[in-house]
Structure formats: C-alpha cells, structure tokens
C-alpha cells in the first residue's frame, strides 16, 4: 500500500523557538574565509574566538593518563568529584568565594552552562537584560529558551560598561535575569570594583532580578587591572548569582568542552535535570583533563597573558594610525573593538559604498583579505572586532592590508 504524502508536510518545518535565530556571523565569515583560503587568497583570519597557543603539555598528559585508567566511561551528571573539588578550590583561590560542591557544576564549555541556566529558569516572556555590545551567542540562546534579550547600547564613550541608571530604567517586572561579562568579549571592557559597585547596589533594590556572570577570560586581564567577580564584592547578592567560568580561553583548551559555574543549590540543580536529558554528563577525559588545568602549574597563564598584551598593543596603536579608525585600549580577552564610523559612507574602488559596518568588514575580506568580525554582529555599530589571538608577524602584515584598504576608500 502506498501512502500519499502531501509535499507541504515533507519539508523541514523549523521549530517557532528557533525562527529568530540565525547561523552565527563569525562561523559563516569563518566558512568565507575558508572557502577563499581554499582558492589559493593569502587570507589572514581575525574572526576566531580562540588563543593560537597550544593545550599546555601537564594537561595533554592528564588526559592520557585517564585514557591509560580506563576513565573513559559516563560520569556523574553535571561533573566528577575531583573536578567539582578542583573548581571550588579554584574559586576560594583566586576569586575569594566559597561554593560547597552541590553548588558547583560542570557541563561541555560555558556555552552549555548558559543554556543550562536560560533553560531550567527562563519562562516565555522572561527578560533578560545583556548589555551591549555582547558575545553573539547571549542573544540567541535566551531566544531559544523562550526569553526575550533586553539589548541596552553601551558604546564606546562610556568605556562600554554599563551604568546603573541604564540599568534601572530597564528593569520591569519580568526581568529574570541581568547577564554580565567582563572582560568582554567583544570590547574586551572590564569591570572594577567600583565599576561593579553601583550596579550591584541597583540589584539589591531589585530581588527578583539574577545575576549570571560569564568570567571567562578572567586571566586575560591587562596593565595591572585586578580582576574581581560579583559574589565577592557583594556576598548578600550570592544566593541570586551564577558565576561562569571554564577553561576554553585561559588552558587554550576550546576543544576539551569543559565549562563550570557556582551558583545557589536549588539552580545548579535545575541546570542539571536539563544536563541529564541533554548530554547526561561532560566527556570524562575533558574532565580529567581539566582538574589538571585548574590544579597543576599555572605559570604559563601569565605568560600567555603578557604574550597577548604585547599583540594588543600592536593593534591598537596600528589602528589607531588609521584615519577613520579609532580604537580605544581594551583592559582584558584577546579582542579590539574599534570604531569604523569614519569609513561608513565612503566608495570603494569597484564604486560599491560602504554602507554599513557589515560592508565595511567585507570590503576588507574581499580587498584586504583579512577577516574581522562587524559591530552588528555583537549588537553595536558602527565597528569591527578584531581577535588578536594570532601571531605577531601575521597580525602586522594583516594591519598593514587593513591600513592600504582604508586609504583607497575614497
Ligand atoms: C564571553 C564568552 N563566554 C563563553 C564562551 C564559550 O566558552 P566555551 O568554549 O567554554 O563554551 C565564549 C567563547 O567564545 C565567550 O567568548
């Protein structure tokens, strides 16, 4: 017997969640950029959110060492007890809070904490406040989990931080959450104490309103600047804050997949039913992998942080040479995210006008050859991010391509 199907029915019907999600910018300016590369163009790449330097050798080891023990099995559900143990450790250590274990939890990378937490707490209608500009990704995983992002500008004249009054007037009775990230990617603005301070009083007014902290590139912190997380400053606010970390950008470790945070009981709780029917648990190895990370040696994280200070200041002092480019000095990850208001509204060559911070960013992958990521992307124009997570010979020649770029728009 046959069954006669209606065409309509057969076609991928995509879920309403997803309607207003796009495929990310970077990955699709990535995937540009690897197409070109594979026509022969001398494409340099400054889109990738991820340090050139390798997995230190002491992690790779421990990684193997648990593949010898056999631990290459499920584990338990939102992390193991040596992992648990080695992150609350880590956070009494260097962030000066406690976190009992049935208040740490592990997942695969700090992206899965996020949904984890957007989903076990997000109701439809659920306001999320992200200032901008922001990691594309905040946006996109509260819409899936049925919130609604409350974007709030916060441009370059103000340090790219956000103000307490802009966080007042955007509070209402259905913001769930304020979601904070510093150092920033992609402005790489970082928040003091004292820049945290004001905000953090404004949330104390407001008990219905959580904290969700993504930390990072804590360890990517420049000139001195001393890196602090809510849940110090402001111990009455803890029992209302989720504290993200992981060891992608410190450990250079993005493919491990190995995120965490500390947060209250009931949370972390609810973050792992969604786990459990998710991925059921982080990959072992990962995990081993990461205890190493968080416990072995940890000089080559300063290391690593001057290296990338050196390449920052080579970025911002080329950019700022540029006429039409300017780019304030970031305090912390490995991005600048300069303003390009100048070039908006001029010709390129070919007669094409650069319109936008989108068309500017294609003028240089087109001309330049150099891919770099538009404000738009990250909710904030005119601009364009730059990641200098590359080396130094590859980030002047790509500087010196951008610099002859701008000159020919006329
Ligand atoms: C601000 C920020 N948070 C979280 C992540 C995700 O990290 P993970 O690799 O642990 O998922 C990134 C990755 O680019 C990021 O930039």
Redesign the pocket.
Known sequence: MTIALNVAETHFRPASRIASVGVSTILEIGARAAAMKREGLPVIVLGA??PDFDTPDNVKKAAKAAIERGETKYTPLDGTPELKSAIAEKFRRENSVDYALNEVTVAT????I?FNAFMASIDPGDEVIIPTPF?T?YSDIVEICGGVPVLIPCDGAAGFRLMADQLEKAITPKTRWLLM?SP??PSGAAYSEADYRPLLDVLLRHPHVWLMV?D??EHIVYDGFEFVTPAAIEPRLKERILT?N????AYAM?GW???YAGGPEPLIKAMAVIQSQATSCPSSIGQAAAVEALTGPQTFVGERRRSFQRRRDIVVSALNTIPGIACRTPQGAFYTFADCGGMIGRTAPNGKRIATDTAFADYLLETAHVAVVPGSAFGLSPYFRISYATGKTELREALRRIADACKMLS
Not at 109 to 112: C, P, V
């Open positions: 959110g991820e990378g700090a992206k899965q996020l990691w990704s990230n920033s990617n993504d990072m590139y993200v992981g060891v992608s950008k993005t997949r190995i995120g």
